[in-house]
């Protein structure tokens, strides 16, 4: 195929949840031997980067304590690295995780709370030197969507995240390892996670890489009212994958990774010609 211009598309980080209880496919992968099968089928469809959590922050979730979030994750980041050189993050709150998960051979820790969650996550991730994903979220994933308000979602969004980053680059981590996320689904109603994904480009403008993560989420019930069930929201979600790419989201991740990596790659290939 001939193309005018190669437009790469975005990487795409693909879900392995170690969880009994997460929204879309908790219980799953719930064992070392489940969620390394789990992931290296996602290798296998194209994933070039593996999210790995070990507690749920579904709305309504409960907190999972940090001895038994190692317990879940650890044995599968340390199977998993010696059979793949990419990129392994830990999607997880709790400094002492990420500090044993990087221990064990990741790379990258994606934090929901934008590394707020404790007093030494700051310092924790400047001393591991590694990447890291800083994510919006209101409160607590057990109470977050209760009633969230905003003035201005993006306004406040883009705001709360770009002051994260400078605190991070105070403590000392490199700007080029930090990652941008505006929290789809995390204390935000329907029409939230619509305006900030059509305003995508006001937290890209910041200069930091965006990560966009939407995959089967509950929104896309509040677009399709017949889409109850997470597993019904493939057609949603790859159309929010790819608005997050035609709107500067430079990782998007997904439960269903072979289907996303097609549909990228023919935005990518059809934008060759633009």
């Given at each position: 195929?001939?193309?005018?211009?190669?437009?790469?598309?975005?990487?795409?980080?693909?879900?392995v949840?170690?969880?009994?209880?997460?929204?879309?496919?908790?219980?799953?992968?719930?064992?070392?031997?489940?969620?390394?099968?789990?992931?290296?089928?996602?290798?296998?469809?194209?994933a070039d980067?593996?999210?790995?959590?070990?507690?749920?922050?579904?709305?309504?979730?409960?907190?999972?304590?940090?001895?038994?979030?190692?317990?879940?994750?650890?044995?599968?980041?340390?199977?998993l690295?010696?059979?793949?050189?990419?990129?392994?993050?830990?999607?997880?709150?709790?400094?002492?995780?990420?500090?044993?998960?990087?221990?064990?051979?990741?790379?990258m820790?994606?934090?929901?709370?934008?590394?707020?969650?404790?007093?030494d996550?700051?310092?924790?991730?400047?001393?591991?030197?590694?990447?890291?994903?800083?994510?919006?979220?209101?409160?607590a994933?057990?109470?977050?969507?209760?009633?969230?308000?905003?003035?201005?979602?993006?306004?406040?969004?883009?705001?709360?995240?770009?002051?994260?980053?400078?605190?991070?680059?105070?403590?000392?981590?490199?700007?080029?390892?930090?990652?941008?996320?505006?929290?789809?689904?995390?204390?935000?109603?329907?029409?939230?996670?619509?305006?900030?994904?059509?305003?995508?480009?006001?937290?890209?403008?910041?200069?930091?890489?965006?990560?966009?993560?939407?995959?089967?989420?509950?929104?896309?019930?509040?677009?399709?009212?017949?889409?109850?069930?997470?597993?019904?929201?493939?057609?949603?979600?790859?159309?929010?994958?790819?608005?997050?790419?035609?709107?500067?989201?430079?990782?998007?991740?997904?439960?269903d990774v072979?289907e996303?990596?097609?549909?990228?790659?023919v935005?990518?290939?059809?934008?060759?010609?633009?």
């Open positions: 195929m001939n193309h005018q211009s190669l437009v790469k598309p975005p990487l795409v980080m693909g879900i949840n170690v969880t009994p209880d997460s929204f879309s496919d908790g219980g799953r992968h719930a064992t070392t031997e489940l969620a390394l099968a789990h992931a290296l089928r996602l290798i296998d469809q194209g980067v593996l999210d790995i959590g070990g507690e749920s922050t579904r709305p309504g979730s409960d907190p999972v304590g940090e001895a038994e979030e190692i317990a879940r994750v650890v044995p599968v980041i340390a199977a690295r010696p059979r793949w050189d990419g990129r392994i993050s830990i999607d997880t709150m709790k400094p002492g995780v990420a500090r044993a998960a990087v221990a064990a051979g990741a790379t820790w994606n934090d929901v709370s934008a590394l707020g969650h404790a007093p996550s700051l310092a924790t991730v400047a001393d591991l030197g590694c990447e890291v994903v800083l994510m919006h979220m209101k409160g994933p057990k109470t977050m969507q209760d009633a969230p308000r905003y003035d201005d979602v993006t306004g406040e969004v883009v705001a709360h995240l770009a002051a994260r980053a400078e605190a991070a680059m105070a403590a000392g981590v490199a700007r080029g390892r930090i990652w941008l996320d505006p929290g789809i689904g995390f204390a935000k109603t329907t029409a939230h996670n619509l305006e900030l994904t059509a305003r995508l480009d006001a937290l890209v403008a910041l200069g930091f890489p965006v990560l966009y993560a939407a995959s089967r989420k509950r929104l896309i019930e509040g677009v399709d009212e017949t889409a109850v069930q997470a597993t019904d929201r493939l057609g949603g979600s790859l159309a929010l994958a790819l608005e997050g790419a035609r709107r500067g989201a430079r990782m998007v991740r997904v439960h072979r996303t990596v097609q549909a990228l790659k935005q990518a290939a059809v934008a060759g010609f633009e």
